[in-house]
């Protein structure tokens, strides 16, 4: 008989649907849902009609009442998957409480609020698990076995570069995440998942950040060069919905309407503000250069309006070099598909050895949200006891969550002074999270003799 962990769940808007779905239908021998907490009493209730219908009865608190659920369902972890301007206070709140806890990332969206919950996981002693499903995906999972292995030697330089298209990346500009009082902007949102990748493919820290980033695409002025110049606050019942190409019919899709529109009336969210807005504060092109505490060199972009969605990276090592292309499948979150489902076509690893010809590795592969990671993190979190002793260390921890946002929160620093930002400025003494070790860097580099030519 296994042992049956409760959890309570903060936050019930779209993020919130993987876990819910886990625990009631994949991992109920060992997991119960007890609580759902949320500010919108229509989306509470909604979740727990859900439940209902997923065998589970279960309490809805409002959001002020969090306190009064963690004491009446006695949860032994707490969910949170809030907007990121509130997960130091619940996941503060909910270790205080005598809670673990799992969010969502970003951890947090600043150096003020990750000292807060480094500070409180250290008095309270309470895990907290940071939810990187990037990590679990086997193509990225491979990169790490590959780095691991010293095929490249030592690496000394990497080049990453992440599109997001113009569905998905335009959605963050038509969501609360619009705003940097809210997320933090897309460096620390978004791109918490690609430096945390970094951190853990380098089992390294950043060490120095400098950033530049601006606003140029998603702004009224190009509304105006595509002739949209009726525009409306939001998509729903726009004067120049049926001639934009980025207009978003929620009344349509039968997700997005039961998830957002129907409960509008509640908080007053609109999920499909127009993506033109001069309300808008975050930036759409960014570029970061991070220095390593193992002093390798990251390079860095994300751009919000590409034509394909997903990344390319290189390793450049001192035995070689590894190119990894990876195009994922286009979504908007909450609208009811797989969330960075993988394009097999558009997925690829190359090996370029020094001295010798390239060649092409076959991809692992797998199914499920964000390249097949989802399925095989949640295994990992919900029932840990079925699953083998992972060599990668994918799991990741309050250290890990704080160290993949300190590279954006540094960023925005950077942005807005013209400055280097050294992470130990903003936040000292972080400490270092588990990594596996990587090849020595006195390991030695023999010379082949094909190297060599007519001297051999």
Known sequence: MKDVMRYAQVGVGGRAEMFQNAIMKDFQETSIMVGYCDNNAGRLQRSIDIAKENGTELSGYPAEEFDKMIAETKPDCVIVTTRDCFHDEYICRAMELGCDVITEKPMTMNEEKCANILETQKRTGKKVTVTFNYRYSPPRTQIKDMLMSGLIGNVLSVDFHWMLDTKHGADYFRRWHRNKVNSGGLLVHKSTHHFDLVNWWLSSVPETVYANGKREFYTPATGDRYGLTERGERCLECPESKKCPFFLDMAENESLSDLFLKHEKYDGYY??????????????????????????????????????????????????????????????????????????????TRVYPHWKPAYEVDVWEAKGGHGGADPVMLKYIFDPASMPEDKYMRASDQRAGAWSIMTGIAANHSMANDSVVRIDDLLPGLLLPEYPEMPSVDAPLPIPEEALGDKA
Do not use: Q
């Open 271 to 348: 999920r499909d503000r127009c993506v033109f807005s001069a309300d808008i504060d975050i930036e759409d092109t960014m570029n970061v250069i991070v220095k390593y505490r193992n002093n390798i060199t990251l390079s860095y972009s994300l751009n919000n309006f590409m034509p394909w969605e997903g990344y390319i990276i290189s390793f450049n090592g001192t035995k070689g070099r590894i190119e990894h292309r990876c195009e994922e499948t286009v979504y908007i979150n909450g609208d009811g598909t797989t969330p960075g489902a993988l394009k097999k076509e558009g997925t690829w």
